[in-house]
Every structure is written in structure tokens, then in C-alpha cells.
């Protein structure tokens, strides 16, 4: 089968020139590891805007076509933001130089975000994920997989957004058959793809059609993987758990019920215990305990009006759990404040203990993602806003204005679109500090 076109747009290769003060915390091993300590976040209750891009749709474009973004994730050794944008591709976009190691002014200039590296997908981009081992001073290590609608697992260079293999799961009438979810393995040596009716892991050194298969009853829609432990979403509410072999061999170990709509991304926390999810037109975050798994350990509050894959995030430190919301507001569960981790008080009836609320965005807050070293979150907004047919109506009889006419005020039929993607300093800033 031929490889599958794209067109890609090179603005200029990732800086190789990476300082060692941000790239020697991915690269410490052994007892050099404990040395390093994660800071603090959200110590000012305040978030200073470090950097914005936006996307905006061409005025020849169809009414239909609008560019959003649809999930940001910073790379493994912090140097570079990796983003979906629907309609436009994948970009990548570096972080400045100065945030390596300095701390954020609240007088600093705020950077417009050029991407380095555009590759122009045509067709709608189910998952992405960075390589675990990605280090800008290892060339080969620079890459991320893709799996997009009617094209087999792709993986792309990220330092010219070259296509360099692609891996291919066939149906049992030898048709190609694209991935929902992907992921690698901790050790980034095989790639586990998500398929409706089976599991498949490819060896990363061979590309092609090659792979083993385990035959699953639900399709796959997210993976979350620490350890040997794998746990599928699925489109029918369930979570289930399965111990994987050294040999990639599955073993499942059961299912968790209690989200009501299909479930859109998972993660675990990073003592491997706990595993937290969420679902779409589910305004729930389910924390669990995979030792038992039969009931959430607690539930926390958000809100999910729409089908839209709404991501959150941990901090590596274990400490902080973050997510955004279709309301635009950015919410974060502190352990020293809420103990979001223990178990589900039934008496508590607040609903909503968040320890800290940021009205971000205007539009919907679908992405966040805690930069790997620093206290820098990344956050996206955007989402599809439908022609209000009420206005429509209403200007077709000639009452624009009319005080008759009441428009939405539902955020998927606004006219205020927001796609843009922002580096926030959710650290210590010295100079408000000195102030308060």
C-alpha cells in the first residue's frame, strides 16, 4: 500500500542549542534523580500569561471549516509545546529561551508563538503522543505518532516534520482500518494502537503490518500505561484494567463502571496507584485506587456540556490535579488543601471543592498540559460553534435587534471564538510577593 501524502511546512528547525540547566533534569538517573526537586505551583494564586497563539479561520474558507485547537502536550524534556489544531494540522511551537531557567516578571513582554514545524494533515487527528524518551540533544529521539482519520499510525521527525515510518492494523478483510488511541510503552520500544475490536502492539524498529493482536468486545477510545499496568476507555462508559506481559501479552483484570458517557482521556497518577478519568457530557472526574477498583475513590467537579475530548492533567510531582472545562474556567485540586486522593466522603454535599478557579478563556478550555520541569502550564481553547438558528431565522424576517428576539447565550452558538494556545507561570512570582 502506498504511503499516504503530506505536505509539510518547515519554518525552521527545533534549536538544537538546548542549555543543560533544563535538559539535565530528563537526563538524571539513579540517586542524581532525588536531587531534583519539582516547585511549587499555584503558591500566588495567580497565573501570569507567558506566551498566546491563535488560529483563525480564512475569510474564502467555509463556514464549516473553523481551526481550533484540540490538545497540547508538553514534550517529555520541556523544550517544545506539541498541538493539534483541527483543520490545520500539527504544530510545534518551542518555549522561549529565558523561561529555561529565569523566573517570570509580572512586567515581562508577552511572546506571540510561531510554530517551528507545521505538518499540514489533512483529515481529523484521533490521538497524538510524544516518544517518552524525546531529548533535543538526541536527534533520534525527537518524534511523535499521530493517528488520524482514513491513515495507518504515523510517525513524524521532529526536527523537520518529515514523515519517518508508519505502522498499519488491517480488518479481517485485509482492509486498512485507522486507530482511535495510541500510545507507547514506558520503555518506548513497542507502540500500542487502539483499534473498535482489538488491541494492537507494534514493534517500533519495524514498521508496517506487523504486530500482535488482542481481541477486545468494546473499541478502544483512550489508553492511560504506567508500569505492566494498561487501562482502556471505551465509548461504552467502561474502564478496564489489564496487566501487560514482558512478551506483550494481555491479561485482563477487570472493569470499572461509573461514568455516564464514553470515556475521552485517563491518567495515572505518578505513584502508579491511582488512576483518574474523565468522559464526555460528564461533568465528573473519577479518581480510583486500581487496588480496588470496583468504586471511585472520590469525584471531583467540572463541566463537560459537549461531546469534545476535555483533557487534565497531574503535575510529575503527584501533587496537583488540573483540567479545564467547556465553561472556559481552569480548576486545580491541591493535596495540601483538597485530599482529592482518599476516599469519597458520602456526607459532602458542597459538590465543588476546587482549590483554586481561573476564568481563563472565553471559549471552551479543552487542553491543559503541566510543563515537565518548570511551573508552566499550557492550556488550549477552542471548540465547533454552530450557526445559531434562532439568528438565522431572525435575520431572514428582518429582526436583527428586535428585543423579540432572545439569542443563546450556549457557548456552541457563539460568535466570540477563542482558539488559542497560552503559556501561563503558575509559580512564585518574587515582585507580587513582595507586594501582598
Not at 467547556?326 to 486522593?341: R, S
Amino acid at each position: 500500500m502506498e504511503e499516504t501524502s503530506m505536505e509539510t511546512d518547515v519554518l525552521e528547525p527545533i534549536n538544537k542549542d538546548i542549555p543543560n540547566e533544563l535538559l539535565s533534569e530528563s537526563l538524571n538517573t539513579g540517586a542524581e534523580e532525588v536531587l531534583f526537586q519539582y516547585p511549587t505551583l499555584f503558591g500566588g494564586k495567580t497565573l501570569l500569561e507567558l506566551c498566546s497563539s491563535s488560529w483563525s479561520s480564512s475569510p474564502k474558507a467555509r463556514v464549516d471549516v473553523q481551526p481550533y485547537l484540540r490538545g497540547c502536550k508538553w514534550s517529555p524534556d520541556g523544550t517544545c509545546c506539541l498541538s493539534v489544531v483541527n483543520n490545520d494540522g500539527v504544530h510545534v511551537t518551542e518555549l522561549p529561551r529565558d523561561l529555561y531557567t529565569e523566573s517570570a516578571a509580572p512586567d515581562r513582554t508577552i511572546d506571540v508563538l510561531d510554530s517551528v514545524i507545521h505538518v499540514k494533515e489533512a483529515g481529523l487527528v484521533y490521538d497524538f503522543c510524544w516518544y517518552p524518551s524525546m531529548n533535543s540533544s538526541i536527534p533520534e529521539t525527537c518524534c511523535w505518532l499521530t493517528t488520524r482519520q482514513n491513515a495507518p499510525v504515523q510517525m513524524w521527525d521532529a526536527f523537520d516534520g518529515s514523515l519517518r515510518c508508519s505502522y498499519r492494523g488491517f480488518n479481517p478483510v485485509d482492509e486498512m482500518e485507522p486507530a482511535v488511541t495510541i500510545a507507547f510503552t514506558l520503555d518506548g520500544t513497542r507502540i500500542v494502537a487502539g483499534y473498535k475490536k482489538v488491541i494492537r502492539t507494534f514493534d517500533v524498529e519495524r514498521p508496517g503490518r506487523d504486530c500482535a493482536e488482542h481481541k477486545i468486545t468494546f473499541p478502544a477510545s483512550c489508553f492511560a500505561m504506567d508500569s505492566n499496568m494498561l487501562a482502556v476507555g471505551s465509548w461504552n462508559t467502561t474502564i478496564s484494567l489489564f496487566n501487560v506481559n514482558e512478551m506483550g501479552g494481555y491479561k485482563s483484570i477487570g472493569k470499572m463502571h461509573g461514568h455516564s458517557g464514553g470515556i475521552t482521556h485517563m491518567k495515572f497518577t505518578p505513584d502508579g496507584l491511582k488512576l483518574v478519568s474523565g468522559a464526555r457530557k460528564d461533568h465528573r472526574l473519577l479518581v480510583w485506587d486500581i487496588r480496588y477498583y470496583r468504586r471511585p475513590l472520590n469525584i471531583l467537579s467540572r463541566v463537560v456540556d459537549t461531546n469534545q475530548r476535555v483533557y487534565f492533567d497531574i503535575s510529575p510531582c503527584g501533587k496537583y490535579l488540573v483540567t479545564g472545562g467547556t465553561d472556559g474556567i481552569l480548576k486545580v485540586w491541591g493535596v495540601d488543601a483538597v485530599d482529592w486522593k482518599n476516599s469519597l466522603d458520602a456526607t459532602d454535599v458542597e459538590g465543588d471543592n476546587a482549590t483554586y478557579k481561573f476564568p481563563l478563556h472565553k471559549d471552551c478550555c479543552n487542553s491543559v498540559s503541566i510543563h515537565p520541569f518548570r511551573p508552566i502550564l499550557a492550556t488550549g481553547s477552542g471548540q465547533y460553534h454552530f450557526k445559531d438558528p434562532i439568528q438565522d431565522a431572525s435575520e431572514i424576517n428582518g429582526q436583527v435587534g428586535s428585543e423579540s428576539v432572545k439569542l443563546s447565550e450556549d457557548l456552541k452558538y457563539s460568535s466570540h471564538a477563542e482558539n488559542s494556545l497560552v503559556f501561563w507561570w503558575v509559580g512564585d512570582v518574587p515582585e507580587l510577593s513582595d507586594l501582598t
